[in-house]
């Protein structure tokens, strides 16, 4: 197996549950060829997660389905970014010094605010799977939360410095190339204009047809296009999404790299967590424009 396929099967085996055979010793050098790859495994998610809500709206009512959905979602990924969600709330709510923070963070049980905040986000993303499911508006822009917030965790890792100096996870992804981090942005990119091309060309057959009458090819397109102007929101959507997990993950990090003097592992779990569910409820209220 060459090494960028050994890459991308430790980027799958690492973020999900997905059966990916293959023996790899996960090094640190591993880890870091594979961080190129963690927006591809995002996109996988995002078919996945909103191929079975699709799935079960066929049988369910949208509450049950969206439940489901999400269970299916904590499921693919093992529960990884919520764990360090959950610990970065035990931590950066307790308002101790930074070394007692790192240690909370350390800790494998999960204190009170842990869990308030495990729910809390679960209700939001349950809520808002809902919400998409009501609208039965189908989007390229659905994948982009999950593929985004984990182009920015490969962003943070390069960006910020780490806060513990031990073997920790965070210190396996240490003084990671440009080139690596560039990568991730050309797949994050790549996915993106992929997702919208793809709505632009299943949407316009339909649309086209609709009223076009013996209107000529350059026409039908024409009409096409001014018929988009309707869901432009969610055009523009495809360009803002991006600016926006930037926006926020780097507001979110640089206060939390003042707090604990960089970032953990747990942190990138925690920012992953954060961006997909501001990137969702983004998408949602531009539904709602």
């Not at 959507?237 to 960089?262: D, E, K």
């Amino acid at each position: 197996m060459s090494r960028e396929r050994q890459a991308v099967a430790a980027a799958f085996q690492f973020l999900t549950r997905l059966p990916v055979k293959a023996e790899l010793d996960f090094s640190p050098e591993l880890l870091k060829r594979s961080a190129s790859y963690y927006p591809l495994v995002g996109v996988i998610i995002g078919i996945i997660v909103w191929g079975i809500a699709a799935l079960t709206a066929m049988v369910l009512p949208p509450l049950p389905c969206a439940i489901l959905t999400l269970a299916v979602w904590v499921w693919l990924t093992g529960g990884l970014h919520l764990d360090g969600w959950m610990d970065a709330a035990d931590a950066l709510f307790s308002y101790r010094s930074r070394e007692r923070m790192l240690e909370i963070m350390k800790d494998s049980r999960v204190g009170a605010m842990g869990v308030i905040a495990c729910v809390l986000l679960l209700m939001l993303k349950a809520a808002l799977v809902y919400t998409v499911l009501v609208e039965q508006n189908v989007s390229g822009l659905l994948l982009l939360p999950m593929v985004w917030s984990r182009w920015f965790m490969v962003h943070a890792m390069k960006r910020w410095p780490k806060a513990r100096n031990d073997d920790g996870l965070a210190a396996r992804f240490a003084d990671m190339s440009g080139g690596r981090v560039g990568l991730a942005v050309f797949w994050a990119v790549v996915v993106t204009l992929g997702a919208a091309a793809g709505q632009y060309i299943l949407a316009g057959p339909a649309t086209a047809t609709e009223g076009s009458g013996n209107l000529s090819l350059a026409g039908s397109h024409l009409q096409t296009l001014l018929s988009y102007s309707e869901s432009l929101p969610i055009w523009i959507g495809f360009a803002l999404l991006p600016l926006l997990a930037y926006g926020v993950g780097t507001f979110t990090a640089n206060r939390i790299n003042r707090r604990l003097g960089g970032l953990t592992g747990d942190i990138y779990g925690a920012l992953n967590e954060l961006l997909e569910t501001v990137l969702l409820l983004f998408i949602v209220i531009l539904y709602g424009l």
